[in-house]
């Protein structure tokens, strides 16, 4: 990647939805090359999708929470379909220690969170954590980290 790639990733997490016509111009470059740049930095999985930001509290999900679950291996088959396909699931990972995973989950309500955790504890044994504000919001990798000097 080049400095035009970083500055294009650069404007694109600002506003993805930003017409091809003004990043070529912020880049100064022409559309087509412009448009050539953005397919390969796709194709290399560099770019991975386009989505919208949406505010939990907005759309009547102001519980977010972290539930660590200690989960055995062998539940592995079973709890991937049923973590991926919830609806309430910002984000699951597979993480280092006692817990093996961590998920990010929104929720309406605190009622609604605890029958999310009775199901999760099935899996196995549950330590949860909800969020009362968050200084930092999700964000992408700043550009600066991703220049090789």
């Not at 759309?59 to 991937?80: C, N, R, S, W």
Request: proline share 6%.
């Amino acid at each position: 990647m080049d400095h035009i790639d970083l500055q294009l990733i650069e404007l694109l997490q600002e506003n993805a939805r930003m017409p091809l016509k003004v990043l070529a111009e912020k880049v100064f470059l022409s559309s087509p090359a412009t448009a050539a740049r953005l397919a390969r930095l796709e194709k290399e999985g560099i770019i991975d999708g386009y989505s919208a930001k949406i505010n939990l509290k907005a759309v009547g999900m102001p519980i977010v929470a972290f539930v660590h679950l200690e989960l055995d291996p062998a539940q592995k088959p079973t709890f991937y379909p049923y973590i991926t396909a919830h609806p309430n699931v910002l984000e699951c990972n597979c993480v280092t220690g006692r817990y093996s995973q961590l998920i990010k989950v929104a929720f309406e309500s605190t009622e609604a969170l605890d029958t999310f955790i009775g199901e999760v504890n099935a899996f196995g044994h549950t330590e949860t954590q909800i969020a009362f504000s968050m200084p930092q919001p999700t964000r992408e990798i700043g550009v600066e980290a991703l220049k090789k000097d």
